[in-house]
């Protein structure tokens, strides 16, 4: 099938792959700047609707754990177009939502139904293109999620601005029709269902406990998971502190969003050539150092209120950054060990970080208080116990993250 595709069809074949691959970057991102008047519109707090965020992060974590077996058992198409649908129904259930409580739940279903998009995606790379374009065509997929966390809010900002936060999710499940369309008339079918997959959960746990008990992909899963979720404490409180505390218009926002976005897909590039240079665990030990001490000196300055907008996104841009240089890392090492299992280990690792970016969300929305501080210092907690838990594990002796124990990338 690869050998005849030519540059139009591959073209459109890349670029619907991408569109499902967005799905749940948009469904993240674009209704965030509608924060505020969610919690005016539905009598609750904004806390309240920063677990609807905790809800859809969950369900990612879920989703991403059924969706592989399914996808092998099924085929390819099947579990694609029940999650597409799942997922438009619940984004309508969310544009109609009269409670807080009605939003969270439609919240975690667009989730569930969502995430199909990006597992199901990365499957049929693998099944439609020969070898030497599976890494082109995954790196092209990468940079569109990459990208969507840029244009997601500035697109929401808009819409909530001239029009209200319902029409988010209407828009949401109007582009999923079309792309659920193109995914029915322009993908190939992929690899054929395979009945001999079995989907008991004892099978299932068995692949997962095995995953679980390698000690390297346990620390590197924690470190990149823990540091990993400071975007997700970001993310809860930002609009929020941006929109109600320093009182920016919900364009603004969008741009503020992007420019933070920015900042951890531009240090993902940078680590392709740090790598020309140094090894993962160099990478790795100084980005969390780095990251500590800017988060040090985020969680002081907002405590004293030092900090005006300028400088608060400024210093953010900078934490930021080391995003871009860990996740890669961390999930690199995390998967290094498995030759089997590889497929376990992948779901394994998405859901677990979506997990604990779910929780974290949860955590800092508990402790919401009106202003930024619980922002910067949940981004901060998380760089610190990712620090914690790859400095103790150095301790060990014969562990590999000891290889490299310096902060210094040069060492």
């Not at 989703?63 to 619940?90: C, T």
């Not at 406990?209 to 346990?218: T, Y």
């Not at 790795?284 to 150092?289: A, K």
């Not at 004293?304 to 210093?315: G, I, K």
């Amino acid at each position: 099938m690869e050998n005849t595709f030519n540059k139009r069809t591959y073209f459109t074949i890349v670029l619907v792959l991408g569109a499902l691959c967005t799905i749940s970057p948009f469904s993240i991102d674009m209704y965030l700047p509608g924060f505020p008047e969610m919690a005016r519109d539905l009598g609750t707090p904004i806390s309240q609707i920063q677990l609807s965020l905790t809800a859809y992060l969950v369900g990612i974590a879920i989703g991403q754990l059924f969706y592989g077996p399914l996808l092998d058992k099924y085929g390819r198409k099947k579990p694609l177009y029940i999650g597409l649908g799942i997922y438009v129904l619940a984004s309508i259930g969310c544009a109609f939502s009269q409670s807080v409580e009605n939003l969270i739940i439609m919240r975690l279903f667009q989730a569930l139904g969502g995430c199909v998009g990006m597992v199901c995606a990365q499957a049929m790379v693998r099944d439609i293109f020969p070898v030497q374009k599976t890494a082109q065509v995954l790196a092209l997929l990468t940079l569109v999620i990459a990208v969507s966390p840029m244009i997601a809010p500035t697109l929401g900002g808009y819409v909530t601005a001239f029009y209200n936060w319902h029409w988010v999710f209407i828009i949401l499940a109007l582009l999923t029709v079309i792309i659920w369309i193109a995914a029915i008339y322009v993908l190939p079918d992929g690899a054929d269902p395979d009945p001999a997959i079995s989907l008991r959960p004892q099978k299932v746990w068995i692949n997962y406990r095995e995953v679980m008990q390698n000690r390297q992909f346990l620390v590197y899963m924690l470190v990149g998971g823990l540091a990993g979720a400071a975007p997700f404490a970001y993310i809860a409180s930002s609009a929020d502190v941006f929109m109600n505390i320093y009182q920016v218009s919900e364009q603004t926002y969008g741009w503020i969003f992007g420019l933070l976005a920015f900042a951890m897909i531009g240090s993902t590039q940078l680590n392709h050539l740090l790598l020309k240079k140094f090894k993962s665990q160099q990478i790795i030990n100084f980005s969390l150092n780095y990251q500590v001490i800017t988060g040090l000196v985020l969680v002081v300055g907002t405590y004293f209120q030092l900090y005006n907008v300028y400088v608060l996104v400024a210093l953010m841009f900078l934490f930021l950054t080391a995003h871009g240089l860990n996740g890669p890392n961390t999930a690199a090492l995390s998967m290094e060990p498995f030759s089997r299992n590889a497929g376990s280990a992948s779901a394994l690792l998405g859901s677990l970080r979506m997990a604990i970016g779910g929780i974290v969300t949860a955590v800092v929305s508990f402790f919401h208080d009106g202003t930024a501080f619980p922002m910067v210092m949940g981004m901060a907690a998380c760089a610190l116990a990712g620090f914690i838990i790859l400095k103790s594990d150095q301790q060990i002796p014969g562990s590999i993250s000891r290889k490299y124990p310096s902060p210094s990338m040069g060492n």
